[in-house]
């Protein structure tokens, strides 16, 4: 039970932003009998789905205009609680949330897609291992958290995934090999959904050893540009995958001459709408012309 700041304390991160203001005017952060006990609800709803976190940060918005919820927790999962009490840098791509909005006395949270997220990735990873041993990945893709409302389902916001990966190829590797590689990972990828994927070969085994233990949860970003000891890069986007056909006596991927149908039929309603209503105004047009240059010719 929370009942006094004291309380909330306990449950809270190293060097996390829980502090009790005095200023009454910090209608922010004011930790009051109402606050504490919308807090005390929402940490109460999370435990009794056995889901264990430690709070980065409460936020209290009742007295703030135009706001889209009274209360809001920040927390980590506590899986991830010792490699965020180590990192100084920012903890978003591991915060969850849950908020309560108290006129509809409604909780949502966003941690059931943050699990879903991170088990995909955990899937991804651990099969990705299997097929390749001597490759590495990691993730690129800013994975989105949408709030579940168990409540009622209308709030639900579903949320399309940026699934992009990195894959570090080994040394033996040369980047006229790619082109066949990503071939035969295509299957891989489609299964799981996988957006684009980023190829890199590292100077030396140390550098590759360095950005394994530097990279983060998701958005994980390399280019030549931007790390030097990279020698070289190569990206596939799965979106294009109907835009490029694999020649097999090159053995290289080049453009579909029929893309262009497939652009048609992808075109916004909208933007498809306009282009046969043009079409059609046109064609009334010249149909019209043509039939007054008859009409003005003599009949012999």
Not at 45 to 71: E, M, Q, T
Not at 182 to 201: A, D, G, S, T, V
Not at 223 to 248: Q, R, T
Request: charged share 35%; glycine share 0%.
């Amino acid at each position: 039970m929370i009942n006094t700041f004291d309380d909330l304390k306990k449950c809270a991160l190293k060097n996390s932003e829980i502090h009790l203001y005095t200023k009454e005017s910090d209608s922010y952060n004011k930790f009051d009998k109402d606050s504490l006990k919308a807090y005390d609800y929402m940490l109460q709803y999370l435990a009794d789905r056995d889901i264990s976190f430690k709070i980065h940060k409460c936020i209290n918005y009742a007295n703030v205009k135009y706001k889209d919820y009274d209360y809001k927790i920040e927390f980590v999962l506590s899986e991830y609680v010792e490699e965020c009490e180590k990192l100084n840098s920012d903890l978003s791509n591991y915060i969850c949330e849950i908020v309560y909005i108290s006129d509809k006395d409604e909780i949502r949270t966003n941690v059931d897609s943050f699990i879903e997220n991170m088990d995909w990735q955990n899937k991804v990873k651990d099969e990705f291992k299997e097929i390749y041993p001597d490759y590495h990945i990691n993730f690129c893709g800013n994975i989105k958290k949408g709030y579940k409302n168990l409540f009622d389902t209308k709030y639900v916001k579903i949320y399309r995934d940026k699934k992009y990966i990195n894959v570090f190829v080994p040394h033996d590797i040369v980047q006229d090999e790619v082109d066949k590689i990503y071939k035969e990972m295509k299957p891989f990828l489609k299964k799981h959904k996988i957006n684009r994927i980023q190829f890199f070969k590292t100077r030396t085994d140390k550098i590759l050893e360095d950005i394994v233990n530097n990279e983060d949860l998701i958005n994980n970003y390399y280019s030549i540009k931007k790390n030097k000891d990279i020698i070289w890069e190569k990206d596939y986007d799965l979106k294009d995958n109907m835009k490029y056909k694999y020649n097999k006596k090159e053995e290289k991927y080049e453009k579909n001459k029929l893309y262009f149908i497939y652009e048609l039929i992808k075109m916004p309603y909208y933007t498809f709408i306009g282009i046969v209503v043009f079409i059609t105004v046109i064609s009334f047009a010249l149909i019209c012309v043509i039939d007054m240059k008859r009409k003005k010719q003599p009949p012999f």
